[in-house]
């Protein structure tokens, strides 16, 4: 019979740690985003809609940083340009 409590301890001890990190996850996501709040407000993204900044950081997103950067500064040719004689 020890078992079976071992088990039913160590499952309750499971559940008490999803619930402490789900907690966790809870803060950690609000934290995060009042820094990218804090990132956004001055930048003359607050005044999109809601709808609208929710579509441009998603597309942004599926980009990835450097594309997104390269794509909205047109900024493509520099690249080639930083490259070293003889390898464009």
């Given at each position: 019979m020890p078992r079976n409590r071992s088990?039913?301890?160590a499952?309750?001890?499971l559940e008490?740690?999803?619930e402490a990190l789900d907690a966790k996850q809870r803060e950690l996501e609000v934290q995060a985003a009042r820094e990218?709040?804090?990132i956004i407000?001055?930048?003359g993204l607050e005044s999109f809609?809601?709808?609208g900044l929710r579509k441009v950081a998603e597309e942004l997103g599926k980009l990835?940083?450097?594309a997104a950067i390269e794509k909205l500064t047109g900024r493509g040719a520099t690249r080639a340009s930083n490259a070293?004689?003889?390898t464009q």
């Open positions: 088990a039913i301890a499952l309750q001890k008490a740690d999803r990218l709040g804090e407000l001055g930048s809609s809601r709808k990835g940083e450097d070293a004689p003889g």
